[in-house]
């Protein structure tokens, strides 16, 4: 099965830190095409997402459905507006499609849904789910045998799903060590910070009580980013992987990041082309 | 303060006189005097398949022994995956193994299912039209432990999800005969489950019958009364038109076993043949069931005969002894004769 898995398919001289501007721009981008959307999301999982397809996941942007390889799950269907900006930046999605986000009948709905988008996996927007499917299909590829993984990305608003916690336990139980469960950790869900709801326990040692592997770094220090996701992936033994990302919202627009941070970030008519300009300013050389 | 709704549990009561009627067990052996049974047909029936087909994998939340999955994990362990007291897992694993290329039976009790796991088998599972099938046993009223094991809505629960194709069973035939046509159908299939012991009825009164997914068939023929019915109120229907046929009151019974796509064109043709009363009966409330969806065939093709409905009220029901409740609720035998001579 190795023959599966070229390990230098994206060989490039664009850095990460390059990626992750390209894809906090197109994500700009089109918000600005809606007039809305939840860039807040988008710009502070942009390095998590560079570092995903651009250095730990292996695809073939061609044939997003090729067997061999690794599963993205977005549970979090509202994040699909960074979703199709890596998506685009990987090739998967054609960019000349920016322009029809969130419009009637293009391929990128505001939430993501697996019938819409090649390389959307699932259908996400109802929490709690994405864990648990993962579950079943890292329990699939074991049947099948194969190396590819099982990415799982999820927000700390997921981790009050009840479900979620069923899938913990679940992939311990199965030693799914096919399995990489991703927790952006920005500390805000729809009515106010994480911390406040159902998350007062430190998440860490939930997971690693659990049964997990568990990693907690900044989520916006990309080496701090590849270095977990490598951590992850080459870990030995029967166990599930469990990054737990801290990430600043709206990271890289300085004056939304300053901005009241609430689960939906309001953006003016004309502040889209502001938050483009401070972004280029910070454009990596 | 005593709510109005729980203040009969403070009038004592008296021990029964003569003949006691125990609670039946969780897992009810359904009253079906008369008829031959099978043993597990559905554990029976899947392992035959998986061995011809290695996509077949099964999946439980703890209830295997209950659902008669048991019979796969002791027969093919490597299939069988126990996923723990964790339905929502169940469905969502379920849609995990049918994405990688698996064709899934996932088994729980019908309140679960349709209950707790609902959103899990309608966002994983339906909107992705993915091939799970989903069996469940103690549908409808199957025992006396009350509500919280009565699922006496699931078939209005799962009739409002789109792709979901849902299925009540009759016995022992038609489960078997189920099993493989479910695993070739393309999408989702709920269907109920009677498990353990189960009577064979629909052969012994029709010896060529053969279920049919999607297709309603005529079980017994009848000049004065047709019964629409599914699930095991097509034995009660049958039971009941022989004791009505000694009335000189001769029933028909068309057996719907697939809920979801209704077999419209047989329903329309049996009961637009006119002259005769249409009754529908289920083990199911009679709200969202096979009740309505018939009545809602029926107008909306301008076919309008005399038309009642046999089903559960829209109430949770009392716990106790299994035929002392279809005896309260009208599921008896001899309640659906007594309903329909009411009728006539």
Request: charged share 20%; proline share 5%.
């Amino acid at each position: 099965m190795e023959n599966l898995r070229p390990r230098n398919l994206r060989a490039s001289n664009v850095s990460l830190a390059m990626r992750a501007w390209n894809i906090r721009r197109k994500a700009l981008l089109m918000g600005e095409v809606q007039g809305q959307g939840y860039i807040g999301q988008a710009l502070g999982i942009a390095d998590v997402l560079a570092a995903s397809y651009f250095h730990a996941l292996e695809y073939r942007p061609e044939d997003p459905e090729w067997e061999g390889r690794d599963r993205f799950y977005l549970s979090i269907g509202h994040y699909a507006i960074a979703l199709y900006a890596v998506l685009m930046e990987a090739g998967i999605l054609p960019e000349d499609e920016l322009q029809t986000y969130g419009m009637d009948d293009s391929r990128m709905p505001m939430s993501g849904m697996a019938s819409y988008t090649p390389g959307m996996e699932i259908t996400g927007g109802s929490l709690g789910h994405g864990l648990g499917i993962a579950v079943g299909a890292a329990m699939g590829l074991k049947r099948k045998k194969s190396p590819a993984l099982v990415y799982n990305l999820m927000s700390d608003g997921e981790l009050g799903e009840g479900s979620t916690w069923e899938a913990a336990m679940s992939a311990v139980q199965h030693g799914l060590d096919n399995l990489v469960c991703l927790v952006d950790f920005n500390d805000q869900q729809a009515d106010g910070r994480t911390t406040d709801a159902l998350a007062r326990v430190p998440e860490e040692a939930k997971w690693a009580a659990f049964g997990w592997h568990a990693q907690r770094v900044d989520g916006n220090d990309l080496e701090a980013v590849v270095a977990a996701l490598d951590a992850a992936r080459n870990l030995a033994g029967a166990r599930p992987r469990v990054i737990i990302f801290d990430t600043t919202m709206c990271k890289g627009v300085d004056f939304l990041e300053k901005r009241e941070i609430t689960h939906f970030v309001r953006v003016e008519a004309d502040e889209w082309a502001k938050a483009l300009a401070v972004l280029e300013k910070g454009k990596p050389s | 303060m005593t709510l109005a709704s729980m203040a009969r549990k403070y009038e004592p009561r008296k021990p029964v006189q003569g003949d006691k009627v125990a609670t039946s067990a969780m897992i009810a052996s359904l009253a079906a005097e008369g008829y031959d049974t099978v043993s597990a047909p559905f554990g029976h029936a899947l392992v035959d398949l998986a061995r011809k087909d290695e996509r077949i994998v099964g999946l439980t939340a703890d209830l295997g022994r209950y659902t008669d999955l048991h019979i796969l994990a002791e027969a093919m362990p490597d299939r069988f995956y126990q996923m723990g007291m964790a339905e929502q897992l169940l469905m969502s694993a379920a849609a995990g193994l049918a994405r990688e290329g698996f064709l899934p039976f996932a088994t729980t009790y019908a309140v679960f299912a349709s209950r707790r796991a609902y959103d899990f088998i309608a966002m994983a599972i339906a909107e992705e039209n993915l091939p799970v099938r989903i069996a469940c046993a103690l549908p409808g009223l199957t025992t006396g432990y009350g509500p919280s094991h009565q699922a006496t809505e699931d078939l209005a629960i799962f009739r409002g999800l789109p792709n979901m194709t849902i299925i009540d069973p009759c016995d022992a035939d038609d489960i078997r005969g189920m099993v493989p046509q479910i695993a070739a159908h393309d999408g989702p299939v709920y269907t109920r489950l009677l498990r353990g012991k189960v009577p064979t009825v629909l052969t012994r009164h029709k010896p060529d019958y053969r279920f049919r997914l999607g297709k309603a068939q005529m079980i017994r023929e009848g000049r004065d009364v047709l019964v629409v019915a599914s699930g095991i109120m097509t034995m009660r229907a049958l039971d009941a038109a022989a004791v009505l046929a000694a009335d000189n009151i001769d029933v028909a019974v068309l057996h719907v076993p697939t809920i979801k796509p209704l077999d419209t064109a047989t329903i329309l043709e049996e009961a637009g043949r006119g002259g005769r009363l249409v009754v529908t009966a289920e083990n199911h409330s009679v709200n969202g069931g096979l009740g309505e969806a018939v009545a809602r065939v029926l107008l909306t093709n301008a076919v309008t005969p005399a038309f009642r409905m046999i089903g559960l009220p829209d109430e949770f029901l009392e716990a106790g002894a299994l035929p002392t409740l279809h005896d309260m609720y009208g599921l008896s035998v001899a309640k659906v004769a007594e309903q329909i001579r009411g009728w006539l």
